[in-house]
């Protein structure tokens, strides 16, 4: 087991702690009702199911998955430090489907390049990747709103760097499949219609927690972050 090889995994872990498990804190904060959050989420959600049959396509075609991967780490940290500078609900929810478009397929490329690298020792890695998705959301959850970005933009950073740590191996098909055809295979297309209600509730999930947490009677940040501590746990 290569210490190196963890590197993305716990990156991209830590930053979906804070992109996603309190990006509602941000909502709230600027201001946003309820529907404007869920509208938010609906449209992460279509577009992170967009995103993997998309970058999958690609990534299985590439000659070079760990520099597509570090691509889309740094475009998915361009796309979330936008968040900071925009107020206004149509500039959030644009922002949010494109980081989205990229984010969503970090996972399924990050875990094949992994078990490409080290299936042995997987599990040990995935753990390790907990960890840091609980001490993430734990001291976001503490500090409040005003972290959520920094900390997203920061983990993605490491995780573009841990990236290149991976085998820079090639995709394994070993024939362009058009994603035409994609579109046409029918049970693609019912299992990614089985996977949208998943993945909105998901986004409803994590868009909503942070807010009603604290609206509740003596909730502080501090037990926000100790809460999304024991949840991981």
């Given at each position: 087991?290569k210490?190196?090889?963890?590197?993305?995994?716990?990156?991209?872990?830590?930053?979906?702690?804070?992109?996603?498990?309190?990006?509602?804190?941000?909502?709230?904060?600027?201001?946003?009702?309820?529907?404007?959050?869920?509208?938010?989420?609906?449209?992460?959600?279509?577009?992170?199911?967009?995103?993997?049959?998309?970058?999958?396509?690609?990534?299985?075609?590439?000659?070079?998955?760990?520099?597509?991967?570090?691509?889309?780490?740094?475009?998915?940290?361009?796309?979330?430090?936008?968040?900071?500078f925009?107020?206004?609900?149509?500039?959030?929810?644009?922002?949010?489907?494109?980081?989205?478009?990229?984010?969503?397929?970090?996972?399924?490329i990050?875990?094949?390049?992994?078990?490409?690298?080290?299936?042995m020792?997987?599990?040990?890695?995935?753990?390790?990747?907990?960890?840091?998705?609980?001490?993430?959301?734990?001291?976001?959850?503490?500090?409040?709103?005003?972290?959520?970005?920094?900390?997203?933009?920061?983990?993605?950073?490491?995780?573009?760097?841990?990236?290149?740590?991976?085998?820079?191996?090639?995709?394994?098909a070993?024939?362009?499949?058009?994603?035409?055809?994609?579109?046409?295979?029918?049970?693609?297309?019912?299992?990614?219609?089985?996977?949208?209600?998943?993945?909105?509730?998901a986004?409803?999930?994590?868009?909503?927690?942070?807010?009603?947490?604290?609206?509740?009677?003596?909730?502080?940040?501090?037990?926000?972050?100790?809460?999304?501590l024991?949840?991981?746990?």
């Amino acid at each position: 087991m290569k210490l190196r090889r963890g590197v993305f995994i716990s990156a991209y872990l830590a930053a979906s702690a804070a992109c996603q498990g309190h990006i509602g804190m941000l909502y709230a904060h600027l201001g946003f009702t309820g529907a404007q959050i869920g509208m938010i989420g609906t449209a992460a959600a279509g577009s992170a199911i967009a995103s993997q049959l998309f970058w999958g396509n690609i990534a299985d075609r590439c000659r070079h998955k760990a520099r597509l991967l570090m691509l889309l780490c740094i475009s998915s940290g361009a796309s979330i430090l936008a968040a900071q500078f925009l107020r206004a609900f149509a500039g959030q929810i644009a922002v949010s489907a494109i980081f989205w478009f990229g984010f969503g397929a970090l996972l399924p490329i990050g875990d094949s390049l992994l078990l490409e690298a080290d299936a042995m020792h997987f599990g040990k890695y995935r753990i390790a990747g907990a960890v840091c998705f609980a001490l993430s959301g734990a001291a976001v959850g503490a500090l409040g709103a005003g972290s959520v970005v920094p900390t997203g933009a920061v983990c993605l950073a490491a995780a573009a760097a841990g990236a290149m740590m991976l085998p820079n191996t090639a995709g394994s098909a070993k024939s362009r499949v058009p994603m035409k055809h994609l579109l046409r295979n029918r049970d693609l297309m019912r299992d990614l219609a089985l996977m949208i209600p998943v993945q909105m509730a998901a986004a409803y999930y994590y868009g909503f927690h942070s807010p009603y947490f604290l609206s509740l009677n003596g909730a502080t940040h501090a037990l926000l972050g100790a809460a999304a501590l024991i949840a991981t746990a």
